[in-house]
């Protein structure tokens, strides 16, 4: 008998714990239903409300930035692959849009947001154009980071530019990337063009792996001139060459070369 009542106590408590399970189960299905609504009225709000609603439809492009690209709103939208009068203002994807400027070879940055009702407002940053690497085939423009920049924005702005020479004929150049090995020589510009803009580099030669030699105008004198290769002594460098430079003049010695490239000392000729 006591032996009867414990089977029926345990099948009493395994039929239990089933339908506690069933009720789990049963509430987690009705808890998933409940979200799967409320999310498809969600998506269905969102795109009645905006990203299909006919009322953001882009209209126009306005595009801002300091150099080659301000006001081009054509172009921009050509690159952006844009449809005016048929794409959805919300239904644009503002990163995937601002990813593809800043793979444009001479924007550097951007940022894009939308106007309402239908305009989509568009702000670059433009590499600025610092020297032209004679390559084997062609010239190509790059800025401070040595990044190339397409040849056809700053055609007529190359002549004016800082050339270097002296570069490995074997390296492909293509827009876009970047050129480690003239980084010294544009590290060089660039001290010289913010703390010494008083000598103006007319051409910079990198075949040398262990200096930098240019030709500078400086108070309307040609000078060809030999730094160190490395970067921290440039503005260290520029600071003796100037005083070399007006320490002859005074003395009344026009000398045409400057080799700073030993130690603690100046070499002119």
Known sequence: MARK???NTSDAKRHGGGRKALKFILALCLLLCIFGGVWALLVWLERAMF?????FILRGVETSSRGYWNGRNRLIE???ELKL???NLFALDLKTLRHKLIGIPNIKDASVERVLP?????QLEERIPRAVVRGRREAVVVDESTVIMPAIYYRKLAGALPKINGLDSGLNLIPGNDIPEVQSAVDLLMVAVMYFPEFKIHEIWVSDPDRLSFTADYKRRVYKVFFPRRPANFNHAFMQLREAIETNVRNGLYRISYDLTHESRVITR
């Open 78 to 80: 050509s690159e952006l």
């Open 51 to 55: 990203s299909r609603n006919p009322h």
């Open 5 to 7: 009542e414990k089977l």
């Open 118 to 122: 239908d305009l989509l407002r568009i």
């Open 85 to 87: 009068d048929h794409d």
